[in-house]
């Protein structure tokens, strides 16, 4: 099982996770620009973001049990 769905992942053909890593590059910026314009660090902020699973020939069905 891969991370973040790099090119040698998808090349490999292994199944992996893909992470927003720009939405999540993006709201990070957004919030630290949120800090410095109101002098103080966000405390009550919680954003939840969906990783998605990307699946290739390393997913199988898994033994059969008898």
Do not use: F, N, Y
């Not at 949120?34 to 002098?39: I, L, S």
């Amino acid at each position: 099982m891969g991370h973040d769905d790099t090119p040698e992942a998808g090349a490999a053909g292994l199944t992996t996770v893909a992470l927003p890593s720009r939405r999540m590059a993006r709201e990070a910026v957004e919030l630290l620009l949120r800090a410095v314009t109101d002098g103080r660090p966000p405390t009550d902020s919680l954003l939840l973001l969906r990783p998605e699973l990307v699946h290739r020939s390393t997913t199988g069905a898994g033994p059969e049990v008898a």
